[in-house]
Structures are given as structure tokens and as C-alpha cells.
């Protein structure tokens, strides 16, 4: 839309995918040339950041509220389709990389490791009971907390109660609510050349080059295993569903969401750019609303490749012998226990200890493992991050279209 302003109708004239390359290069530079100015730069980061998780949780809300108040019987919302494939797409990440682990067998350097203060779950009974309790939070809390479980909770239970019992005039109010929320975060998203640029400085300032040169090995697994899946198994998911080719949508979410998401490092940031995107793609809203939010917490086909390299890893350090039986259980442990990753950065790596137990390993060591992957998380997590982000648009936008294909 062109404005009285010559330079803001040049810099809308360009996409905004060319735009957060150039404030990627330009971010890389900065860092790398003058490491002071990087740090400085930073601030632009984590006001982009702080603006997309402040108003992601809104975001979601009143989406949703309002999407359950206009809705009509026959106009169904299809969100069991997209959790087959949400699941689908998290265990044969978590197998896909049982199998690189053994076909590639890596070790780690514990003792250079440190410590890790944070509490990991003591198991998948204690990380479900955290869901659950997540679905009953206080709904000011859920907000407040970026509880999306529990977002999604109230606003289903709301948003029935509006349609049943709410006036034409008060589900016109949520209408409008939803609409004001969604241009308030256009407003956000334009300003993400300017918050890549600042993320990127200060990680090169403060990492540099060299800091993961003794990990490589172990990140060369983690990113083949997490490339492999977004460039071939994911797009032959999305190929049982819209039976075409597949790559034009997959390249599409990746280069839209994934980016963002990579740099946020954040699934519940890259909510309002996973909305967006589904709205560019014509999606169903009443859809979308839901399962866009509710990937952000159980979609985690990144997180399950995470602790499936890293407990492996951990097993080949001791000289523990894995088979292939013990690993398809692995499997199974790191899906469920991907579903319950916190959505905080590096949430993944504290279900490693969980992990681990399955061979015996020591809480000692496997904490030590944690902190490996703190080490190497400024790669890990951000590539874990726009797997996970993008694939939850991706399937929602899979399934829908698949359904329209068979309508």
C-alpha cells in the first residue's frame, strides 16, 4: 500500500523475505567487523522478540474466541487430521535420527561441559501431568505465562459460550477484536529485517566463528538430521495429502516461517508470522486459529531429532551398545516427550536427562550432556526452532488442502 513517504514506498516496493536477507547479511557484518556495535544492535533483537511474544498470546486468544463464536454447524474446524500429521511428523523425525546416529556414530567431550542449574522432568508421566495441568490454568495466567495449551483451553470454552449464548452485536465485537489484534501485528512484522539484523549481530559479537568448532561432528548429525526432514520427509507427508508436488508449499513455509523462526528461536514468537502465512495461503480460519497455536506446543519433530542425537551421543560416550529395538523405543520417549518440550529457548534439551534414563545413564552425566547442548544451542536451537515453526504451517496448510482436494 503506497504512502506519502518516497523511501517507506521504496522499502514496501521490496518483499519482505529480501529485506530480512538483507538485514541478515548486513547483521553478520556488523557482528563480525565490530563486535561492540553488535552487542549494541542486539536491543533491535530483543525489542522484535519481546514485541512477537507479547502479542502472540492475544493474538491466539482472540483468533480463536472469535472463530468459535461465528462459527456455524457444517463449517467443521478438521484439527484431527493435522494432529495425525503433527504426530506422524515428530516420531519419524525422532526415527530418522536413531537411524543417522547409528549410521553416523558421534561422541562428546563431557568434562568440558559445566553445569546446568535448571531442573529437568523426572519422566514422561511428569511432563504429561504438566500438560495437563497447563489445559486448567487461570486464563489471566495462561496469557500471562504464554500458555498456549491453556490459551487454547479458554478460548474454545469462551468462544462456544459467545456463540450460544452472545448476541449478534457482541460476536461482531470479537470480530472486530480479532482483526484489530491481527493489524497490530502486521504493524510487528514489518519491523523484522530491523530485529534480524540486531539477533544476528549480537550472536556473531558475542559466539563468533569458531566457538562450535569442537562439537561439529555432533551438529553435522543434528542439522543433516533436521535438513533431511525438511527437504525430504516432510514434503513426502505433504505429498499424501494434496497429491501434487510438494516443494513449491515446503520451500514456501520454510523461506516464510522458517527464517523468522530461526532467528526468534522461538515457536510461540513466530506465532503472528505462522498466522499470516496462513491467511496468504487462504486457509481455513477456523482451522488455522487452532492448530497453528497448538503445533507451537506439540508439534516438535526438531526437538525429538535434539534429544534423540544427543542421548545417543551420550550412549556412544559410555560405550553403551543401542539396539536397533532399544532405539525404536527411544523413539517413541522422544516424541512424547517432544509434545511437552518447553516452548523457551533450549526447552528441548532438559527432557535429554528423561532420555537418557532408558539406558541407565546417570543424571550427573546426563546434565553434562544438557550443557553440551547448551554450548552448540546457538545453531541447534535456532535450527530446531524453524523446523518446528515451519512444519506447523505446513501441515495445516497440507491437510486443508488436502481436504479441499477430496471436497
Request: aromatic share 6%; with cysteine.
Amino acid at each position: 500500500m503506497a504512502s506519502g513517504n518516497p523511501l517507506m514506498n521504496a522499502v514496501n516496493s521490496i518483499s519482505l523475505v529480501k529485506q530480512i536477507v538483507v538485514g541478515l547479511v548486513l547483521g553478520i557484518l556488523v557482528g563480525w567487523a565490530a563486535p561492540s556495535a553488535g552487542l549494541a544492535v542486539g536491543l533491535f533483537g530483543a525489542l522484535f522478540v519481546g514485541a512477537l511474544k507479547a502479542i502472540a498470546p492475544i493474538l491466539v486468544f482472540v483468533l480463536v474466541v472469535s472463530a468459535i463464536a461465528q462459527h456455524r454447524e457444517g463449517n467443521e474446524a478438521h484439527i484431527k487430521p493435522i494432529l495425525w500429521l503433527y504426530l506422524l511428523g515428530t516420531f519419524a523425525a525422532a526415527l530418522v535420527a536413531v537411524i543417522a546416529s547409528m549410521a553416523f556414530p558421534t561422541t562428546i567431550i563431557l568434562a568440558s561441559a559445566g553445569d546446568v542449574s535448571t531442573a529437568p522432568p523426572s519422566g514422561i508421566v511428569e511432563v504429561l501431568k504438566g500438560l495437563l495441568m497447563k489445559l486448567v490454568s487461570n486464563p489471566i495466567s495462561a496469557l500471562a505465562d504464554a500458555n498456549y495449551i491453556g490459551i487454547l483451553a479458554w478460548a474454545l470454552v469462551l468462544g462456544a459460550a459467545l456463540r450460544r449464548h452472545g448476541s449478534d452485536t457482541t460476536r461482531q465485537v470479537a470480530a472486530d477484536m480479532a482483526d484489530t489484534v491481527s493489524t497490530v501485528v502486521k504493524w510487528v512484522i514489518k519491523f523484522a529485517p530491523i530485529g534480524i539484523f540486531g539477533l544476528v549481530a549480537t550472536t556473531i559479537a558475542e559466539t563468533g566463528f569458531t566457538a562450535l568448532a569442537s562439537y561439529a561432528k555432533l551438529l553435522v548429525v543434528l542439522l543433516g538430521c533436521m535438513l533431511f526432514i525438511a527437504f525430504i520427509v516432510n514434503p513426502l507427508i505433504v505429498w499424501t495429502q494434496i497429491r501434487r508436488n510438494p516443494y513449491p508449499l515446503t520451500l514456501m513455509c520454510l523461506r516464510e516461517s522458517g527464517v523468522t523462526a530461526f532467528f526468534t528461536r522461538s515457536s510461540a514468537a513466530n506465532i503472528p508470522v505462522n498466522m499470516a502465512l496462513a491467511k496468504k495461503l487462504n486457509l481455513h480460519e477456523d482451522t488455522y486459529s487452532i492448530s497453528i497455536p497448538l503445533g507451537a506446543t506439540i508439534n516438535m519433530a526438531g526437538a525429538a531429532i535434539t534429544i534423540t542425537v544427543l542421548t545417543m551421543a551420550a550412549a556412544n560416550t559410555l560405550g553403551i551398545h543401542v539396539d536397533f529395538l532399544t532405539a525404536l523405543l527411544l523413539s517413541l520417549m522422544a516424541t512424547v516427550g517432544a509434545c511437552g518440550a518447553s516452548g523457551v529457548a533450549g526447552g528441548s534439551l532438559l527432557l535429554i536427562p528423561m532420555a537418557c534414563s532408558l539406558f541407565g545413564i546417570s543424571d550427573d552425566i546426563s546434565m553434562q550432556v544438557v550443557a553440551v547442548g547448551f554450548i552448540i544451542g546457538v545453531i541447534q536451537d535456532s535450527a530446531e526452532t524453524a523446523l518446528n515453526s515451519s512444519t506447523d504451517v505446513l501441515f495445516t496448510a497440507a491437510a486443508d488442502m488436502g481436504r479441499q482436494r477430496k471436497a
